[in-house]
């Protein structure tokens, strides 16, 4: 069974960079598929925010595109998301998950809540 | 990168079927065969519903289909039940990127 699971602060600092891992079980990265992040504002609907390919290629929401980082580190089983330059409205609730192509996405973490506060 | 459309509500008795649309452009919704539909419950992970416009995941009853006209996909949930009340989000691969729709709030009267 695939499991994902976010990791992360849960506070970030207006204009600092917010950075979450996605540690996948049951799966391993580099036999293939596409690995993304979703998040959704409290209260609000979902957002894609951009995949990975298991080779290291990348695909980013283009209203996000010039603060966002997508990594993958096939040795550890796992990929990162950093985005930069954070305000109040990239409070969310940040999802990592699986997708099978085309934004076709069958596995998803339990979520992680990141607040952007001082 | 707008936000595909979705009515904010819809509603039906159990036993009855109910239809939400998700309409795009012709750069996603009416460009690809590639929709999916997402389930939500409150506090949970969105769960897929229906994939490439129409395909079930296993594990997902059948009283759950999807269909596309031009740049309209729908989702139908029939023999409506309790458990089927949630948000429900439809996405569209839109060429190297994707979007989701605003989300319906389905609730059984």
């Known amino acids: 069974q695939v499991q994902l699971e976010e990791s992360g602060p849960g506070l970030v600092k207006p204009s600092e960079t917010l950075s979450l891992t996605c540690i996948v079980s049951g799966y391993s990265i580099s036999s293939g598929y596409y690995w993304g992040w979703i998040r959704q504002p409290p209260g609000k609907g979902l957002e894609w925010i951009g995949t990975?390919?298991?080779?290291?290629?990348?695909y980013y929401n283009p209203s996000l595109k010039s603060r966002v980082t997508i990594s993958v580190d096939t040795s550890k089983n796992q990929f990162s998301l950093k985005l930069s330059s954070v305000t109040a409205a990239d409070t969310a609730v940040y999802y990592c998950?699986?997708?099978?192509?085309?934004?076709?996405?069958?596995?998803w973490g339990q979520g992680t809540l990141v607040t952007v506060s001082s | 990168q707008s936000a595909l459309t979705q009515p904010p509500s819809a509603s039906g008795s159990p036993g009855q079927s109910v239809t939400i649309s998700c309409t795009g452009t012709s750069s996603d919704v009416g460009g690809y065969n590639y929709v999916s539909w997402y389930q939500q419950h409150p506090g949970k992970a969105p769960k897929l519903m229906i994939y490439?416009?129409?395909k079930r995941p296993s594990g997902v009853p059948d009283r759950f289909s999807g269909s596309k006209s031009g740049n309209t996909a729908s989702l139908t949930v029939s023999g409506l039940q309790a458990e089927d009340e949630a948000d429900y989000y439809c996405s569209s691969y839109a060429g190297s990127k994707g979007v989701f729709g605003g989300g319906t709030k389905l609730t059984v009267l």
């Open positions: 490439e416009v129409s």
């Open positions: 998950a699986r997708d099978r192509a085309y934004i076709t996405i069958d596995y």
């Open positions: 990975i390919y298991h080779s290291g290629t990348t």
